[in-house]
Nanobody, 128 residues
Framework: QVQLVESGGGLVQPGGSLRLSCTASGFTLDYYPIAWFRQAPGKEREGVSYISVSGDSTYYADSTKGRFTVSRDNAKKTVYLQLNNLTPGDTAIYYC?????????????????????WGQGTQVTVSS
């Protein structure tokens, strides 16, 4: 059974950092790209980052470039999202997502309708 589980969220002051993890089970992570989305109260879910099947290509929302870094460790069946220099605007529930078909990249990557599997989310709160 396919399962994605996020962890690593928490409360942090502006300028702080967090590392989020998305751990997979029930499938071979190597064959799938992974996307990160976030959703703040009263706002639609938005794409944050994407990492390709090979890990060679990564994409980010404009608001996160230079601050967020996505990476993957297939041996650990985990994708990471490093969040640096956080601002209150980053406060949201962060989700990882995976498409249903292996070995296919998603374009555009930031449309949540392209993803079939989702984790339960991890809360990131940035506040002074």
């Amino acid at each position: 059974q396919v399962q994605l589980v996020e962890s690593g969220g928490g409360l942090v002051q502006p300028g702080g950092s967090l590392r989020l993890s998305c751990t997979a089970s029930g499938f071979t992570l190597d064959y799938y790209p992974i996307a990160w989305f976030r959703q703040a109260p009263g706002k639609e879910r938005e794409g944050v980052s994407y990492i390709s099947v090979s890990g060679d290509s990564t994409y980010y929302a404009d608001s996160t470039k230079g601050r967020f870094t996505v990476s993957r460790d297939n041996a650990k069946k985990t994708v990471y999202l490093q969040l640096n220099n956080l601002t209150p605007g980053d406060t949201a529930i962060y989700y990882c997502a995976m498409p249903g078909n292996p070995r296919h990249e998603i374009s555009p990557w930031y449309r949540d309708s392209e993803y079939n599997y989702w984790g339960q989310g991890t809360q990131v709160t940035v506040s002074s």
